[in-house]
């Protein structure tokens, strides 16, 4: 009897959790089906009393939505990438092997991704205007490169100490260079690893706002989470909320799939059967 | 396939510890040679000097005739069983023994053929689909071995392959990799640190010893013939009894009374103030399980019998006594090297299991003083080894063997010989 009051307990509170996690989304979800110029009625519903695509067709229409997607998905993807072929090199570097400064280097790491990002983008600002790339791809994508990589190695650096040095040794004996010893095993006993990595990175970019909303000023690089704050109504006494309500749930999906499709390969017990357990 | 040279390698640490202190050897080709010893000796470095992946410090590695010591591991074309395995989880069990041919780019035909090979030779077809992680210890060995096979690699290196399995399956893979190096003939090194292993698999066993080669030999020689009292110690099951001695006038004083040394063997020896004397457990004998005849021959005593073990086909009576303080110290460092945590010095007797001689009594026990071995009290040094007799012992373990085989044992014995001195 005690067990099962105990799980009924966790149920509890589970559900109260994903109650309170699921609220603002699900409220985000009804609102972008509201009908923008009455949804502020006098008797107000949290489901709304008639669905409408509305919302949807106006942010497809605009083009400081579809733009913003766009400049959304290529940076995020661009400075994933990047992030985390770099850090793979750098991981396995500081995992495998010895030099000079690597303490140094990981206390380093650790400072950057501690360092308020707020006190950077003044500076930034100036610089990359003299620079001339302020306002484009790259001049978010090295920032954020910045931000993400101490995180990726350190995340991934965990994740290559894990594997057996035999592994690799091994691999070499059966006459692999170091590079194919790398590539045909090492990475598929990190992927768990280089997934999470990815992912991790991929919201940091796909999410952050304060760079992007700093950093840029047009169409040309300004990302949606940057560009949702731009949104207006029809009119100036309409209230853009249900729009961006909209935009909001379109650019979530791209986050659930993401987290759905790769929760199964970042699962760990990879190396299971590797080594004698 | 090719032989293996190792000339005074030397693997020294950056904190100038030498793992591995000038050890020659010859590996003739298809030799299947063991490396024993106590952990810590260097034999695992010392293989892994040979597969590539330590560096050597100074000396010759040669396979086949030439040098390898700057080659990288996948230059040498060695393959390497390692002690876990080291099997690639995320490859089934057929790409797992196909890896080293992927890395050659060997076709996709030839490929299949020769993991089929392996696989019908190690009876893995079946599991050929599977993850390593859903197969067995045994299987996964087997896994590792069918890598090896596959590469048709110059020479086999093996790590303690057997150690993390359990008695049972040691027992029968053991055969197995007995079998198969036979079958395959390909030069083989294999490092234990278990002397069933290194006694019932090689051609020939070299000990070693905090990074010294002690001896080289067939398990015969090593066991009746050992160099010092390091050797002598670390072959044989139950070990060999230490017991101090003292040369006179011709005549050996034993902790059970006088001998006389008068024998090919002992006579070899002279006066000499104190020795440690040592004796198989084998060598002793219930007296009244003795033919009168040759009991004669040799010493009667009577020991108090603290413990007796009746295993079926022999007796083991084991008999307390107090070490004397001058070898005491050089006894306890030996156990300590040998890695047992020996309580207190004891004679272990092995008797004919027909003996009647129970725990806690008195009985009557006899040896042949001229089966014992002698050693030099400070240097270990077996001063009643014979060399010639080492040889003798090599004809009558290997009569029909390929006469070059026998050519690179004269060559080998030789080896043996020199190596001691050195140490």
Known sequence: ?277 | MAAISIRNLVKRYSDGFPAVNDVSLEIADGEFVILVGPSGCGKSTLLRMIVGLEDITSGDLLIGGERMNQKAPRDRNLAMVFQNYALYPHLTVFENIAFPMRLKNVPNEEVTKRVNEAADLLQLTEHLQRKPAHLSGGQRQRVAMGRAIVRKADAFLFDEPLSNLDAKLRGQMRTEIARLQHQLGTTTVYVTHDQTEAMTLGDRIAVLRKGLLQQVGSARQLYEEPVNLFVAGFIGSPPMNFLPGRFKNGQVETPFGTVSAAGPRLSKVGDRELVILGLRPEHFEDVRLVDATKRAQGKTFTAEVDVTEWLGSQLYAYVPYDAPSEVESQLEELERELDSEQMRTQLVVALDAASRIRSGGRAELWFDPERMHVFDAASGENLTRDPDRVFELDEIERPVEAEIQAADKTEAASESKETPEKA
Not at chain 1, 124 to 153: H, K, V
């Open chain 1, 1 to 277: 009897m005690a067990d099962r009051k105990v799980s009924n307990w966790w149920t509890f509170w589970g559900v109260l959790i994903l109650v309170w996690a699921l609220f603002p989304l699900l409220w985000m979800v009804s609102l972008s089906f509201k009908d923008p110029a009455t949804f502020r009625s006098s008797t107000p519903t949290f489901f709304p009393k008639t669905w409408v695509w509305d919302n949807y067709k106006t942010v497809f229409t605009d083009s400081l939505f579809t733009s913003a997607l766009r400049n959304s998905v290529f940076i995020a993807v661009i400075a994933t990438g990047l992030a985390v072929i770099i850090a793979m090199f750098a991981a396995y570097a500081i995992a495998r092997m010895n030099f000079p400064g690597k303490k140094l280097l990981l206390s380093m790491a650790l400072a950057i991704a501690m360092f308020p990002q707020a006190a950077l983008v003044g500076p930034l600002f100036n610089m990359w205007r003299n620079l001339g790339i302020y306002d484009t791809w790259i001049g978010l994508i090295i920032p954020y490169l910045t931000f993400a990589l101490p995180l990726s190695i350190w995340t991934m650096s965990a994740f290559f100490r894990q594997i057996p040095w035999e592994m690799e040794q091994a691999a070499q004996v059966d006459g692999a260079t170091a590079w194919q010893a790398f590539r045909k095993v090492i990475i598929p006993l990190a992927a768990p690893g280089v997934f999470t990595t990815a992912i991790l990175t991929f919201f940091f970019c796909w999410n952050e706002f304060l760079l992007a909303i700093s950093l840029t000023s047009t169409d040309r690089a300004r990302t949606v989470p940057a560009a949702l704050s731009f949104f207006t109504g029809a009119s100036q006494f309409q209230s853009p909320i249900t729009y961006i309500m909209a935009a909001s749930v379109v650019v979530t999906i791209p986050v659930v799939i993401l987290v759905l499709v790769f929760q199964r390969r970042i699962m760990a017990g990879l190396t299971a059967g590797a080594v004698k357990g």
